[in-house]
């Protein structure tokens, strides 16, 4: 591909700094040399563990401070149960839905009750109860797939001035440059985020209509979670064979494919 379809980047830093997420990580080898492919369905299942903690917890909760409440009025425990079933009830009734919607490839539910609003969180507390199992990785790799699947259902279009290419500043040379083909070639701005900050404040700036992000696991869960509430987002994840933040790759067929997807 000719240097005239090259995209520009519009930062660029490539020291090995490791982003917060990565803090624990003892310089080792990462297992699988840092592929952690896995399916969508794992998402599914830790994150129905996840909502059945959250119950437990709160029906705990309700359960201890009963007593309590009911010498402030008797009727209080009894309001409390009614709300934590109907909310329980609720959360059971949404996760179905949007497991429905997932096997389907249909926007059954709304973006701001799916992949930009309560999905974001349930991510993360996914993300916290696999962490302690050792299984946080694979778990969100299932679920930006989940997350991905629901984005393109919406269909969603936009000029190419208005979309955003975000990438990390760890890609090797070899895969830099082929992200920098498929930018160029699109004609989409590629911004280099060394920062999560930096990365919200060129989607200030630039107030791009659709974001294309790639990241690691880790910090594309936690990006998600900052960002898609506001600016629709597709996210592709990396391998990292090298470990975190240096000479990561990605599958630049379907990086491509995530920008087509967006532009008219």
């Known amino acids: 591909m000719g240097d005239s379809q090259r995209a520009q980047l519009i930062h660029l830093d490539v020291d090995r700094r490791l982003g917060h997420e990565w803090d624990e990580w003892d310089g080792g080898p990462l297992p699988d040399q840092g592929n952690y492919d896995s399916p969508p369905g794992l998402f599914f299942a830790w994150s129905f563990g996840t909502l059945l903690i959250l119950a437990a917890g709160a029906a705990g909760l309700i359960y201890l401070l009963g007593p309590r409440l009911a010498s402030i009025h008797p009727a209080v425990p009894r309001a409390l149960w009614i709300g934590w079933t109907v909310a329980g009830s609720a959360a059971a009734a949404w996760w179905l ?113 659709a974001v294309v992000a790639v990241a690691c696991e880790r910090d594309m869960v936690s990006g998600l979670h900052d960002v898609a509430g506001k600016v629709p987002v597709l996210g592709l994840t990396m391998t990292l064979p090298a470990g975190p933040c240096k000479d990561a790759g990605l599958d630049l067929e379907r990086l491509e494919a995530w920008v087509k997807a967006y532009l008219v």
């Open 97 to 209: 839905l949007l497991g429905l919607a997932f096997a389907t490839r249909r926007p059954l539910l709304p973006e701001k009750l799916a992949e930009r609003g309560p999905l974001l969180r349930l991510m993360r507390f996914t993300s916290r109860l696999a962490t302690r199992f050792a299984r946080r990785d694979w778990v969100e790799n299932a679920a930006v797939k989940v997350y991905n699947a629901l984005a393109l259902t919406r269909g969603r279009k936009v000029g190419t001035g208005e979309l955003l290419l975000l990438i990390p500043r760890c890609l090797s040379r070899q895969t830099l440059d082929g992200v920098l083909g498929i930018a160029g070639k699109y004609g989409v701005p590629v911004f280099v985020a060394t920062r999560g900050q930096l990365a919200r404040r060129v989607i200030r700036e630039r107030r791009p209509r």
